[in-house]
């Protein structure tokens, strides 16, 4: 036998072992792996997801936090393992599009590392302040901001609600002091004793403390009002630019993933986004559920990615 009559025999058997993997999988236990820590809203997401899963696919779907450098460590741990299915990534905007424009450094590559496998939803950022504060609209807090140059502080605990401060600053031609959180209940507990005054955050963690009336709503960051929310006015509505920049989270898998194994799994969490039990969690959470092909998460990242970075080179921000 010929060289090349022995290397296309290779390339045949080569692809008929991956035709029989994917045709078994899952014949073994899944791990999810959420970049942030446990009781955050991706963690809370991605056991809920990691259940449904389970049930559909009938093998074990275990979630594994390895948070860390706004979710480079957990999306860099993805990348370098097998692209088999058995390992996924519960990623957000932050490592999935935001963190290549933050970073001079990155481990990963978050367009090409990866196999996109499934958008799940988006949820706004909400511009809250304590109950006490004079300012209940935008633009009294504009107001007052600009009556006093550095005097009021904005928290913020990641990444895209740090960029939103730095946002409305350049927007509304205001000085603020930004305040920094390593985790959302440290910042909301400062928030409502008074220790700060504003915050941007997700709207999961604030809802309840805007019912029960310990933190005020001033604006949501969506172009249209949410319809969880449709009393709380846009931050648009009070003159400044449009910006969409709001959380995300979709699955990826590691770069060279079979086709039909990326596709099981897409169709298998398209189904589990429609179940009551994901639309109660959304419900809480102010997720609106998303559902598409992997194509369709490709080209929605691929355009977060250009968004994140002339946002970050509008505001400066950056982490190294």
Same mark, same amino acid.
């Given at each position: 036998?010929s =060289?090349?009559m022995?290397?296309?025999a290779?390339?045949l058997?080569?692809?008929?072992?991956c035709?029989n993997?994917?045709?078994?999988f899952p014949?073994?236990p899944i791990?999810m792996v959420? !970049?942030f820590? @446990?009781g955050?809203?991706?963690?809370?997401?991605a056991r809920?997801?990691?259940k449904?899963l389970?049930?559909?696919?009938?093998? !074990?779907?275990?979630?594994?936090n390895?948070p860390?450098?706004?979710?480079?460590?957990?999306?860099?741990?993805?990348a =370098?393992?097998?692209?088999?299915?058995?390992?996924l990534?519960?990623?957000t905007?932050? !490592?999935m599009?935001?963190?290549?424009?933050l970073?001079?450094?990155l481990?990963?590559?978050?367009?090409?590392d990866?196999?996109?496998?499934?958008?799940?939803?988006r949820?706004?950022?909400?511009?809250i302040?304590?109950a006490?504060?004079? @300012?209940?609209?935008?633009?009294?807090?504009?107001?007052?901001?600009? @009556?006093q140059?550095?005097?009021?502080?904005?928290?913020?605990?990641n990444?895209? /609600?740090?960029?939103?401060v730095?946002?409305?600053?350049r927007?509304?031609?205001v000085d603020?002091?930004?305040?920094?959180?390593s985790?959302v209940?440290?910042?909301?507990?400062?928030?409502?004793?008074g220790r700060?005054?504003y915050?941007?955050?997700?709207?999961?963690?604030s809802?309840?403390q805007i019912?029960a009336?310990k933190?005020r709503?001033?604006a949501?960051?969506?172009?249209? =009002?949410?319809?969880?929310?449709?009393?709380i006015?846009?931050?648009?509505?009070?003159g400044?630019?449009?910006?969409e920049?709001?959380?995300w989270? /979709?699955?990826?898998?590691p770069r060279?993933t079979?086709?039909p194994v990326v596709? =099981?799994?897409?169709?298998?969490?398209?189904?589990?986004?429609?179940?009551?039990?994901?639309?109660?969690?959304?419900?809480?959470?102010?997720? /609106?559920? @998303?559902?598409?092909?992997?194509?369709?998460?490709?080209a929605?990242q691929e355009?977060?990615?250009?968004?994140?970075?002339?946002l970050?080179d509008m505001?400066?921000?950056?982490?190294?």
């Open positions: 036998m =060289r090349t022995k290397q296309l290779a390339l058997l080569l692809g008929a072992a035709m993997a994917s045709a078994a014949d073994k791990n959420v !970049p820590g @446990a955050s809203a991706t963690d809370t997401l809920c997801v990691a449904g389970s049930e559909r696919l009938g093998q !074990p779907v275990t979630v594994e390895k860390g450098a706004g979710g480079g460590i957990g999306a860099a741990y993805v =370098r393992s097998a692209p088999d299915g058995y390992t990534l519960m990623g905007n932050g !490592p599009a935001a963190n290549a424009s970073y001079q450094r481990p990963y590559d978050p367009i090409k990866f196999a996109p496998v499934a958008l799940m939803g949820l706004p950022m909400i511009l302040g304590n006490d504060t004079k @300012a209940s609209t935008l633009p009294e807090l504009i107001a007052a901001a600009r @009556a140059p550095g005097a009021l502080n904005f928290g913020a605990s990444t895209t /609600a740090r960029v939103w730095e946002l409305l600053k927007m509304a031609d603020v002091a930004t305040v920094l959180y985790n209940g440290g910042m909301m507990t400062d928030l409502m004793s700060i005054s915050a941007f955050e997700n709207v999961g963690p809802l309840p019912a009336g933190v709503a001033l949501v960051t969506t172009p249209q =009002r949410a319809s969880f929310a449709p009393d006015p846009t931050v648009a509505e009070s400044l630019d449009k910006h920049l709001v959380v989270f /979709a699955m990826f898998a060279d079979p086709p596709e =099981r799994l897409n169709a298998e969490v398209n189904q589990v986004l429609a179940t009551p039990e994901l639309r109660q969690l959304a419900t809480q959470i102010g997720m /609106a559920p @998303a559902a598409g092909s992997p194509a369709d998460l490709k929605y355009d977060e990615v250009k968004n994140w970075r002339n970050v505001t400066g921000v950056r982490i190294d």
